[in-house]
Nanobody
Framework: QVQLMESGGGLVQPGGSLRLSCVVS????????MGWYRQAPGKQRELVAR???????NYADSVKGRFTISRDNAKKTVYLQMNSLKPEDTAVYYC?????????WGQGTQVTVSS
């Protein structure tokens, strides 16, 4: 059984940084696309960043130049480095693992950007 566990969320001031981690238990992630999504109150869940098994990356326009996604297949971990955080980045951030059109989700970690 595949389980995803996010960590690293919290409260940060505008302009600050956070690093999210997602550890996958179960099978290897080397063939999986891995992604971070977020959902703010009253809004739909949206893609933040995604990295496929070849290392190809795409970002939401709103986070380009500020967020960086990376993966360590040996540790079965995906990271999201978030810099220059803005209040509009406040949301629950979810880790996603996808292979053969099967999605696995973590429980989410809260990120709050506020002074």
């Amino acid at each position: 059984q595949v389980q995803l566990m996010e960590s690293g969320g919290g409260l940060v001031q505008p302009g600050g940084s956070l690093r999210l981690s997602c550890v996958v238990s179960g099978r290897s992630i080397s063939l999986n696309a891995m992604g971070w999504y977020r959902q703010a109150p009253g809004k739909q869940r949206e893609l933040v960043a995604r990295i496929n098994s070849y290392g190809s990356i795409n970002y939401a326009d709103s986070v380009k130049g500020r967020f960086t996604i990376s993966r360590d297949n040996a540790k079965k971990t995906v990271y999201l480095q978030m810099n220059s955080l803005k209040p509009e980045d406040t949301a629950v951030y979810y880790c996603n693992s996808q292979r053969l059109n099967i999605d696995y989700w973590g429980q989410g970690t809260q990120v709050t950007v506020s002074s």
